[in-house]
């Protein structure tokens, strides 16, 4: 298990530049208890001036959906928590972040 693994964050997947920083901070909230970086696709849409952009998407059975976005690229992350609502309310107070 530890193979793929740093602390909670899984390595199998690269993360995209710029938000390692971010998942580190979110993996140390004791709500969380693992993080899961999916493939980075590229989508059509620029977002302006290369902002990068933490976007909550929706909660799943096991968690929270966020979208991770710098210019053209964009990497789904799965983090896993039992407590998704409480998470919400003390990192995502706004659908999307900034950094």
């Known amino acids: 298990m530890a ?3 740093k602390n909670k964050i899984k390595q199998q997947h ?6 390692r920083k971010f998942l580190e901070e979110l993996s140390e909230n004791q709500l969380v208890q693992s ?14 001036s290369g902002e990068r952009i933490v976007e909550l998407q929706y909660e799943t059975k096991t968690g929270l959906k966020i979208l991770l976005k710098h210019g053209t690229a964009v ?11 409480e998470l919400i309310s003390l990192v995502f107070k706004e659908k999307r972040i900034q950094l």
Do not use: A, M
């Open 35 to 48: 993080i899961i970086p999916g493939r980075i696709s590229t989508k059509g849409s620029k977002s302006s």
């Open 75 to 85: 990497q789904e992350v799965f983090v896993i928590t039992n407590n998704p609502q």
């Open 3 to 5: 193979k793929y693994r």
């Open 14 to 19: 690269t993360i995209l530049e710029g938000f």
